[in-house]
């Protein structure tokens, strides 16, 4: 597999990744992105700071892109945010159908799923799985959260679905989890990411 459908645009600039692929904002320069690619020989990464004009590279094509003044991840069915403090990544796995990763701190982690047909869902009990509990629903706008907890290794997790409507019936997925104390980090960016797409 050479190029996946996620991508980075803005500041002028689209970034198209070689899977398997990671994005990290850089700390001293937001707008700038330091990409990764795993090789058969082991991680190679380049920085890309908007305003450069930097060629693209075996680890990433640069082309013109988008102006607005954040960077966005954009797949072949939707676009979103990047929330601050997560890293993006593809699967490591060529068989995993989902489109991104996103991992932030103490274990927190993003990722959509679909879209789907929208009666799959219709009862959101079928998102608890063994061992987990609804620890609320609420609805922001068109979008319907279901939020679980449950024990993993002797700690409390807290899970949450967001079931985002999209066109012809469909719904998109956008699932975080974190542990305990990482929770309020991740709800928040996962909000953020389910609010925002298009």
Request: charged residues 20%; contains cysteine; glycine residues 10%.
């Amino acid at each position: 597999m050479s190029h996946v459908l996620a991508r980075l645009s803005g500041h002028h600039l689209t970034l198209v990744p070689y899977w398997p692929y990671r994005f990290v904002r850089v700390p001293d320069d937001p707008s700038a992105v330091e990409v990764t690619r795993w090789m058969a020989d082991g991680p190679r990464a380049t920085v890309v700071r908007p305003g450069d004009g930097i060629a693209g590279t075996d680890v990433v094509e640069i082309s013109d892109g988008p102006g607005h003044d954040d960077w966005q991840i954009e797949t072949s069915v939707f676009t979103s945010c990047w929330p601050r403090g997560f890293t993006l990544e593809s699967p490591q796995d060529p068989a995993d159908r989902t489109p991104f990763y996103l991992f932030g701190p103490g274990d927190g982690l993003i990722f959509p799923q679909g879209p789907v047909p929208a009666e799959r869902f219709a009862a959101p009990d079928a998102l608890v799985g063994p061992g987990q509990a609804i620890g609320g629903r609420r609805q922001v706008g068109d979008v319907e959260v279901v939020e679980l907890t449950y024990q993993h290794d002797g700690q409390t997790w807290w899970q949450a679905h967001w079931l985002v409507p999209v066109s012809n019936g469909r719904t998109l997925l956008v699932t975080a989890q974190a542990p305990t104390p990482e929770w309020d980090s991740t709800r928040t960016a996962a909000e953020a990411v389910a609010t925002s797409l298009t």
